[in-house]
């Protein structure tokens, strides 16, 4: 897989950025951070683990890409999947960010060059897959590179409880000590309470700065359409992709995915499908056609959407229902991340539960199903204790009636150390080597309790599911409370609001201040569209940058478009996001404001009506938001960064971390003498890069504040630490 590299950093970026806004500005183009992003990049920059949850399209890439930009050494990012890898390096890439990935698509001499650039400082981010933890050899080649950050993308992928779980995630535990325990920070999109407390223990996460954002999505309009069969589910899709043209639909399986491609392909659509049964270069070649507009459509499994980077998806539909909640979310989260409205409908039928049903037993064979295959494997092996089989063949062996299962039990025993699974050269076939063969399969020690609980909690997360698609409450609050935030308004845009809505009463604002909010997001919507030469108003914004441009948005679309430039910036401010969204959809209900459709953009403008009512006219009616919660949730609350930082080192805002190369160089100098006075010792046995690095943004003054900065022990501070507190110091007087 040909994947775009940029130029090696020493020799492309002499004199790198260490200034985190500068480097924002500088590499990604963006004059300010979205929401929750300076904090966790504040946090990383004072040496701090982290867990941060943010939603998709919140820009977590960003908060450990921009560190790994202004600290010494690399930053190894372990992701889940090629295609999300290669999405992310070619995006660094193009910003002329010196990054790079290793994983199974290269060759075992590809990889050692790759290693011996990272220890020659060549790449600042290196992707890794998680399998590549299996080998001890290559975690022992990184023990020579200089490992600034171990982010772990995806880190619901470590938890058994989660909806993604993935074997190889637990070896990063492992891996992350023999490393050294560097900094680290763990990265998710959905992630219940009960999964970020198993991140957190799994990862051994020392003092985390722990940032949870609100999962809350007021642009995306949350629908579950029941429907009685196939045909009646073709005929809603096709309705929803002719009116909104641009989104992803999944599917549970391959073969439903071929199929739904087809039906759409027929009626004309450009469309492509996506799943994991494909060769590598037919995923690339689909994946790259959905991200270069070529195609308007794609149809996928699950395999489809990490970290895929088109902004303008209006909709997407589950043609079936998932198995998860999280999967449900985060899938349907992929629409919308320009912030513009789009809807996520599910299709739902009960019968198509039975493939998720199929799924979990799949994933979850019992203690009897493993003893099976175990014992059937030690009947099979040769004298070298090995058997070469494909799984379907050994399923028909052990007569499974499950094929995936059996794979799951191959799984299970691997974890447990009683066999390993390896590559055949010349066979798309692995082949299974047992490593305990002596121990008879009633001897097994494995834990059955677990695997009972595995399989109880995913049942209990279909049957979530399916509580979800049955519940007549707002989709979104449900889906909020289910994650862990309580008390949430109603969104006022999914189905069941809709419903509830059709059978509420309009009234007249009972105040002045309900009055006065509807003239300001008319005055906005006005502000932002022209009028023409027949003085019809005409749009020019969706209604993503009109909220934005209301509640005083300084993010990066808002600044390029001039919006904060306007009088009406920020003059619903003290609203929030969330009332915004859902008063100016009530404006359109009422016919106060309209969308009009314009090359695939829906922009929000004023009609005749909304111009009268701006201009003084109560003689109007309104569906009026729950103003009160709606703010009370947009205050702070669940929605805000949480860090646990008593006895840490204290959270400190970007503009109190800036890098000072003068301090770091007299810093640097005073290492070379004490190294010297030392007997010639290198160094790095003094403190680390990366401890100078904290000591030129914490800047302790102290021998306390000194001993809670990373790579700073009491015996090295005894010895060591007061030259670098004296520079401090005196460097401090010189700049007073």
């Given amino acids: ?124 981010l290196v992707y890794v897959a998680p399998e590549r933890f299996r080998s001890r050899s290559f975690t022992d080649a990184l023990k ?70 609100g999962f809350e999505r007021p642009n995306l309009a949350l629908t579950v359409s029941q429907v009685g069969g196939n045909r009646e589910k073709h005929d809603r899709l096709e309705a929803v992709v002719r009116e909104y043209q641009t989104g992803i639909v999944y599917c549970a ?14 009626q004309g659509i450009k469309v492509i499908a996506y799943h994991g049964g494909m060769e590598d270069r037919d995923r690339e070649w689909a994946q790259n056609a959905f991200l270069d507009r070529s195609k308007d459509v794609v149809v996928a499994t699950n395999a489809f959407g990490m970290g895929i980077d088109r902004s303008d998806v209006r909709f997407v539909i589950h043609f079936e229902t998932p198995g998860s909640i999280e999967a449900y979310y985060q899938e349907a989260g992929r629409a919308g991340r320009d912030g513009e409205p789009s809807v996520c409908e599910l299709l739902f039928n009960y019968a198509d539960t ?22 059937t494997l030690r009947m099979l092996t040769d004298d070298k204790n090995e058997v070469v089989m494909p799984i379907r063949e050994l399923t028909d062996t052990v007569g499974a009636k499950n094929q995936m299962a059996v794979g799951s039990a191959l799984s299970h025993l691997g974890r447990a150390g009683y066999l390993e699974r390896f590559d055949v050269p010349g066979e798309r076939t692995r ?103 027949d003085g019809r108003w005409e749009g020019r914004y969706g209604k993503g940058k009109i909220v934005g441009m209301l509640t005083g948005s300084r993010a990066q679309d808002i600044l390029s478009a001039g919006l904060d430039r306007l009088s009406t910036h920020g003059l619903l401010k003290s609203e929030g996001t969330a009332y915004v969204h859902a008063l100016l959809k009530e404006l359109e209900s009422a016919g106060f404001v309209a969308t009009q459709r314009r090359d695939n953009y829906a922009l929000l403008t004023l009609t005749a009506r909304g111009a009268e009512i701006m201009r003084g006219d109560r003689g109007f009616r309104l569906r009026w938001p729950d103003a009160s919660r709606m703010k009370a949730l947009t205050g702070g609350g669940a929605g805000s960064g949480k860090s646990g930082s008593a006895g840490g080192i204290p959270d400190l805002a970007l503009e109190e971390l800036a890098f000072d190369e003068s301090l770091f160089e007299k ?49 090295k501070a005894e010895r060591y630490l007061e030259p670098f507190l004296q520079v401090i110091r005196e460097h401090g007087k010189v700049g007073s």
Avoid at 188 to 205: G, N
Wanted: net charge negative; hydrophobic share 40%; aromatic share 6%.
């Fill in 431 to 533: 082949g299974t080597r047992l490593l305990r063969p002596e121990i008879p399969p009633e001897q097994l020690e494995l834990d059955r309790a677990a695997l009972e609980e595995k399989e109880r909690r995913d049942r209990q997360k279909l049957e979530a599911m399916i509580r979800f698609a049955y519940a007549d409450d707002c989709r979104q609050q449900w889906i909020l409370d289910y994650f862990g935030e309580k008390d949430a308004p109603e969104c006022g845009s999914c189905d069941a609001c809709t419903r509830h809505a059709d059978r509420g009463d309009r009234r007249p604002p009972k105040n002045d201040a309900e009055f006065l909010a509807v003239q300001k997001a008319l005055s906005g919507v006005a502000r932002a569209s022209r009028k023409s030469i």
């Fill in 253 to 266: 399986t391959r073969k439903k995915v071929e199929e739904v491609a087809d039906s759409l392909a027929a």
């Fill in 667 to 715: 810093l640097r100098q005073t290492r070379q003498r004490l190294a010297e006075e030392a007997g010639g010792v290198p160094a790095y046995v003094i403190f680390g890069n990366q401890t100078l690095e904290f000591l030129t943004r914490l800047r302790p003054t102290t021998m306390e504040a000194g001993l809670r900065i990373r790579g700073i022990g009491e015996v």
């Fill in 354 to 375: 039975r493939t998720q049903e199929f799924f979990i037993e799949g994933n979850n064979p019992g203690f009897e199903t493993i003893c099976d295959v175990y014992r």
């Fill in 144 to 213: 020579a590179v200089d490992i600034a950050l171990f982010a772990v993308d995806e880190a619901h992928c470590l938890s058994q409880w989660g909806h993604d779980f993935r074997p190889d995630y637990l070896r990063l535990k492992d891996a992350v000590a023999a490393l050294g325990q560097p900094q680290t920070a763990a990265f998710t999109a959905t992630a219940t309470p009960e999964v970020r407390t198993d991140i957190l223990e799994h990862l051994s996460l020392r003092d985390p700065f722990v940032s949870v954002s």
């Fill in 1 to 124: 897989m040909k994947v775009a590299e940029s130029a090696p950093a020493t020799t492309r970026d002499a004199v790198p950025t260490r200034d985190a806004r500068a480097a924002l500005e500088k590499h990604f183009g963006f004059a300010e951070f979205k929401d929750g992003q300076e904090s966790v990049v504040s946090a990383l920059l004072a040496g701090r683990d982290a867990l941060v949850v943010m939603p998709t399209g919140g820009g977590k890439s960003l908060c450990y890409q921009l560190p790994a930009l202004v600290m010494d050494g690399v930053t190894l990012v372990v992701s889940p999947l090629i295609a999300l890898m290669k999405d992310q390096v070619d995006g660094l890439a193009r910003k002329g960010i010196a990054a790079t990935m290793i994983n199974s698509t290269l060759a075992p001499r590809e990889q050692q060059e790759r290693i011996q650039q990272m220890r020659e400082g060549a790449y600042k």
